[in-house]
């Protein structure tokens, strides 16, 4: 990681990631993978760490929760509503 | 109970027009979201309800004036990261002044950690306490990075619509999002790196 080439490549790791780098960039980073192996693990765990976020976002609003709310913006009646 | 029905495009005409129904359906399409984010960024339950209520509060008050640039729900994710932010600096004053980030401070910080964790089990990753510590992970951030990374990668915001709710230009929010990111693969790395280590022992 401590090599310059390295280090080039670290700015453009999230457009890798989200899969809208230029196909040039793709091609640059993938060779370089393959001879440096602490590059292959902070783009591996970078990869991961993106993905737990997007599997641990599913937060529920808890029912009390609504109802209070729609007492404070006075919309009580619309509680049950379809 | 049963949700207000969203299934129809909110009518920005008829919120306007203080049409309260609307705005039940507006309440019910986005609460969901406008808590989940509150309670990411303030770890309280109490707190995030109490953004929740102030978001739609105010959303109510300015409705009138809202011109429509950006979507609905930009607009209000965009009050809600406000009123999360005046909370927390309500909590922590001296905080977020040592917290504070400039885009242009220094080249990215380069990754230290170099452990590959990526083949720990699913049950392990996503337990409950590496669940609890995910979360706490991005209270860790800076702020700046923070709100980016929560619009971007667990509202799941376009690069384009989280640079409308922050007021940022594209590239501040890309840059940040990278800074973000790399900062929580070092600390989920130093988490899970401990994680490994208890696997081996056994």
């Known amino acids: 990681m401590n090599e310059k080439n390295c280090k080039s490549l670290l700015g453009s790791l999230s457009d890798y990631v989200d899969g809208t780098a230029q196909e040039e960039f793709c091609q640059e980073l993938e060779r370089h993978l393959t001879d440096c192996e602490d590059c292959r693990i902070v783009v591996d765990t970078l990869k991961k760490t993106v993905y737990l976020y997007h599997s641990n976002s599913d937060t529920a609003l808890p029912i009390s929760v609504r109802e209070r709310l729609f007492k404070r913006l006075d919309l009580d009646d619309y509680l049950k509503t379809t | 109970m049963v949700a207000n029905d969203t299934s129809q495009e909110i009518s920005l005409e008829a919120l306007q027009a203080g049409d309260r129904a609307e705005f039940a359906r507006l309440v019910d399409a986005y609460s969901t979201q406008i808590y989940r984010l509150a309670l990411k960024m303030l770890g309280v339950e109490q707190d995030a309800e109490d953004v929740l209520q102030n978001t739609f509060l105010k959303a109510m008050q300015s409705i009138k004036k809202f011109e429509g640039r950006s979507s609905l729900s930009t607009w209000l994710y965009r009050i809600a990261v406000n009123e999360a932010l005046m909370m927390l600096r309500r909590q ?55 709100v980016v990374f929560l619009l971007r990668d667990i509202e799941g915001l376009s690069i384009r619509e989280t640079s409308e709710a922050l007021d940022l230009t594209e ?32």
């Not at chain 2, 070092?186 to 208890?198: A, H, N, W």
Request: contains cysteine; proline residues 5%; charged residues 35%.
């Open chain 2, 92 to 146: 922590k004053p001296t905080l977020s002044v040592a917290m504070d980030y400039e885009d242009d401070e220094d080249e990215l910080q380069h990754p230290t950690q170099f452990t590959d964790w990526c083949c720990l089990p699913e049950d392990e990753l996503l337990s409950a306490e590496s669940k609890g510590h995910l979360d706490e992970a991005i209270r860790q951030l800076p702020e700046k990075l923070q």
């Open chain 2, 171 to 202: 590239t501040a929010v890309k840059t940040r999002l990278l800074r973000a990111r790399l900062n929580l693969r070092e600390q989920l790395s130093v988490y899970y790196g401990e994680r490994m280590k208890e696997e081996q022992a056994k």
